[in-house]
């Protein structure tokens, strides 16, 4: 293979350059591999792998393959930049492309041919081109840049195109990695055998992987990444970083690393799997692992990116890591830790309820939440009703839940719930089941919401919208949810909470002592992070596999709220007036007073008559 000018080293390619790359391509011989993940930083030969497997299934072991991008832009680009050049510069290459506009095949931006096979090209914005292209080896580049479609990741969708080569498949997907909980990337790495490259101390013949953390330089404070604020300051000097060996603390030169990197496979160093290998061999490697890359460069752009407030690039790109954007979100052991045994009776603090739930294709989930002044909130109920919401017997369950949950106060009084919401939202005819079910139940105040984002700095709950339902499409009424929003409330909530020093107050969450461990989870499950790019935006995200039905039916619960509106001072007031009435022995229903105890005195203001407080009848806005 030869590399082509406008690269570091063109020429002839030496593996001694890259030592790193040796087994991944070698993978593509193996008949138990069928699949390579290169979660690898940027400039350290990711891309030249992939070409050199494609080379060999042109040139030496001819097969049809499929080359995918994140754009077509992308695929225009590695078609101009890299393979071209790279076919240009390999005679063995060029003599059995199709010549382009020739007779004996295709030469063009959308196929190469050559003798026992084709090179067919995709991008991940394209549904159609991954659905109209199959073959047995498949190479996706950048795949942490794909867009997300409905049908699935792109990845998956193409690489289940080749199912039907059986044995015969094989699969290498390369990128620098992305957010943590959110790179594609990661997660395939992960689901590999996680292979390291180990490399031996010149000083004490240790055998250790490179670690970011045992670089150091003059002025370096921290240890790690997450601590990158503890480094802001002038006094670095980043000519003298060195490698210090985990194992002696001795410092490798630039020279002695290249040397460790160059001489590790003989010396039995290289790359080492951390799990059993199972058809999947996964690699990670950063900029370190470059023969190419000194030190000091490594820690100038570390530097430069701390100025700017850029450490995700810097942990993305040299480091080969997920960045953890920090942003609004609360952790579910600091609320666990707060929630006590509530009393046999409604806690005095409640003054309005509410039900929240949420819809899922097997299932009801709701929360009963009761609201006090000033946001303060007690969860009083949290439940599943098992059921198909297209059969429809499930809602049955969940009208009767909101018709029988009574809850006692103090003075044997009770209360039920004053307003409930229902999701509306998924696919393949749940909405409809639920709007069939909604019907003719708004004056009962039971509620459809849809979710929607983004929705930074809109109401809550705007204006309802109209959808029709049934045989004669009555209409009913959904109100749009500003999730986003609701959210931010809900975890400022459990945060002020969690930092309060009383139990109790404007914004605390109450939660029952028996409530179990997973809610807490669920509650907490999504963090707003924070985006650059042309448009800095903010949107709330969370890991692949959690759960989060307890937040949406919390953002449910207080969506009802803010349809209708209480006057919780009013209502305070008039449960105040109520319990005064019923110690004077008073009928509230009446205006006239009964003495108690004697006569009331002439020019006894406590004993003057009260004057009944006006009720007027108010709709929801």
């Not at 790495?189 to 045992?214: E, M, T």
Request: proline content about 5%; aromatic content about 10%; glycine content about 8%.
């Amino acid at each position: 293979m030869k590399i082509p000018e406008g690269n570091a080293v063109p020429g002839y390619y030496r593996i001694l350059n890259a030592p790193i790359q040796r087994e991944p391509m070698d993978q593509f011989t193996n008949p138990n591999c069928r699949r390579v993940t290169l979660m690898w930083g940027a400039q350290i030969g990711k891309t030249t792998c992939a070409l050199g497997a494609q080379g060999f299934a042109i040139a030496q072991q001819p097969r049809s393959q499929i080359m995918m991008q994140p754009s077509q832009g992308d695929l225009k680009t590695w078609l101009e930049t890299k393979f071209q050049p790279l076919a240009d510069a390999c005679e063995s290459i060029t003599r059995l492309l199709a010549k382009p506009r020739g007779r004996e095949g295709v030469n063009n931006q959308s196929m190469k041919s050559y003798p026992g096979g084709f090179l067919m090209f995709a991008w991940a914005g394209s549904t159609k081109t991954m659905r109209s292209r199959s073959a047995p080896f498949i190479v996706c580049d950048e795949v942490d840049g794909y867009p997300a479609t409905s049908e699935g990741h792109p990845v998956s969708l193409i690489w289940q195109r080749s199912a039907t080569f059986g044995d015969d498949r094989f699969l290498i997907e390369i990128s620098t990695p992305t957010v943590k909980h959110h790179s594609y990337i990661e997660a395939a790495f992960q689901s590999g055998d996680q292979r390291y490259f180990h490399v031996r101390c010149p000083h004490c013949d240790a055998l250790q992987v490179l670690n970011w953390s045992n670089v150091t330089w003059t002025g370096r404070k921290s240890s790690d990444l997450a601590d990158a604020e503890l480094d802001a300051h002038d006094d670095h000097d980043p000519d003298s970083a060195a490698y210090m060996c985990e194992e002696c603390g001795g410092l490798w030169s630039d020279g002695q690393r290249i040397k460790a990197l160059r001489e590790a496979e003989r010396v039995g160093g290289g790359w080492k799997a951390t799990r059993p290998f199972k058809g999947h061999a996964s690699y990670h490697a950063w900029e370190a692992y470059s023969t190419f890359r000194k030190l000091g460069d490594i820690v100038k752009d570390y530097l430069d990116k701390l100025k700017i407030d850029d450490l995700q690039s810097f942990a993305n790109v040299t480091l080969s890591r997920t960045y953890e954007v920090k942003g609004d979100g609360a952790e579910p052991e600091t609320l666990y830790a707060l929630r006590y045994t509530f009393p046999d009776h409604l806690p005095d603090g409640v003054l309005y309820i509410t039900l929240g739930a949420d819809m899922q294709m097997d299932r009801l989930e709701y929360e009963i939440v009761g609201w006090g002044e000033n946001g303060e909130s007690w969860s009083l109920e949290y439940g599943v009703l098992w059921g198909d919401p297209l059969a429809g017997e499930v809602f049955d369950d969940l009208e009767r839940v909101i018709k029988s949950s009574t809850f006692t106060r103090s003075d044997g009084s009770e209360m039920k719930i004053s307003a409930s919401c229902l999701d509306t939202g998924g696919t393949t005819g749940y909405p409809q089941a639920a709007w069939d079910w909604l019907r003719g139940k708004t004056g009962r105040r039971i509620f459809g919401v849809k979710g929607y984002s983004p929705s930074w700095g809109n109401p809550i709950v705007p204006g309802p919208s109209r959808r029709k339902s049934g045989k004669n499409r009555r209409k009913v009424d959904i109100f749009p949810v500003a999730v986003d929003e609701a959210k931010l409330v809900v975890m400022r909530r459990i945060n002020q909470t969690v930092s309060s020093s009383m139990q109790g107050g404007p914004g605390y969450m109450h939660v029952p002592e028996d409530r179990e461990e997973e809610w807490f989870k669920q509650i907490t499950a999504e963090k707003m992070i924070y985006k650059k790019g042309n448009v800095n935006r903010r949107e709330w995200v969370k890991p692949d596999k959690a759960r989060n039905e307890a937040l949406d039916c919390r953002v449910y619960a207080y969506a009802a709220l803010k349809i209708m509106n209480p006057k919780m001072r009013a209502i305070k007031s008039e449960n105040e007036e109520n319990k005064e009435r019923e110690e004077e022995n008073i009928n509230p229903a009446s205006n006239s007073h009964v003495a108690v105890e004697g006569e009331e005195k002439a020019g006894d203001k406590k004993a003057l008559p009260r004057i009944a407080r006006r009720r007027k009848w108010r709709k929801p806005q």
